[in-house]
T-cell receptor
């Protein structure tokens, strides 16, 4: 069955430090992969997506992610974290569900930023 | 470009009641998906609608039902509410040929007492 694992429940980084959030997926075919961010009480904002092609994808707010098929991973990175990046981050894989396409989400990683 | 909107923002219902949540798609999008997000969890797929028909469904009972209208707006209906239905309900819209690329609304917080 398709699944997404985010091994880190909570991460704290200092402002200005680099960030890497881990994501591993289980999917039988070439996956569609996504990272979303959710601020408290808000909906999900799409940070970046991978459909095919270049395995290093750039997103909004200075985020990037790298698809590694051999490791079934799609880790999110940012070279320098800002206090406003504190939020919940979700990795998701797009799964064909009969005729439709569902997103399967991980349980999320909470990012705290210390000054 | 208008994003996905949802109403109401918050809702409190009693166990056994019925509820209807509403969603307006992002401009130009023709596919709508609904998700349930329990506290501290990732969103769970409920179902997807395209051309006013259900186009895929997750592991939710039939008391969760939906509608999509000709203008691509959508409703989520939940009958016989249970305490475990308390959650944030998220609507997402997309284009049918890129249905996995979904854009989410702010959600409706449902509390069942």
């Amino acid at each position: 069955a398709q699944s997404v694992t985010q091994p880190d429940i909570h991460i704290t980084v200092s402002e200005g430090a680099s960030l890497e959030l881990r994501c591993n997926y289980s999917y039988g075919a070439t996956p569609y992969l996504f990272w979303y961010v959710q601020s408290p009480g808000q909906g999900l904002q799409l940070l970046l997506k991978y459909f095919s092609g270049d395995t290093l994808v750039q997103g909004i707010k200075g985020f990037e992610a790298e698809f590694k098929r051999s490791q079934s991973s799609f880790n999110l990175r940012k070279p320098s974290v800002h206090w406003s990046d504190a939020a919940e981050y979700f990795c998701a894989v797009g799964s064909l569900n009969q005729a439709g396409t569902a997103l399967i989400f991980g349980k999320g990683t909470t990012l705290s930023v210390s000054s | 470009e208008t994003g996905v909107t949802q109403s109401p923002t918050h809702l409190i219902k009693t166990r056994g009641q019925q509820v209807t949540l509403r969603c307006s798609s992002q401009s130009g999008h023709n596919t709508v998906s609904w998700y349930q997000q329990a506290l501290g969890q990732g969103p769970q797929f409920i179902f997807q609608y395209y051309r006013e028909e259900e186009n895929g469904r997750g592991n939710f009972p039939p008391r969760f039902s939906g509608l999509q209208f000709p203008n691509y707006s959508s409703e989520l209906n939940v009958n016989a509410l249970e305490l475990d239905d308390s959650a944030l309900y998220l609507c997402a819209s997309s284009l049918v040929d890129r249905a996995a690329e979904q854009y989410f609304g702010p959600g409706t917080r449902l509390t069942v007492t």
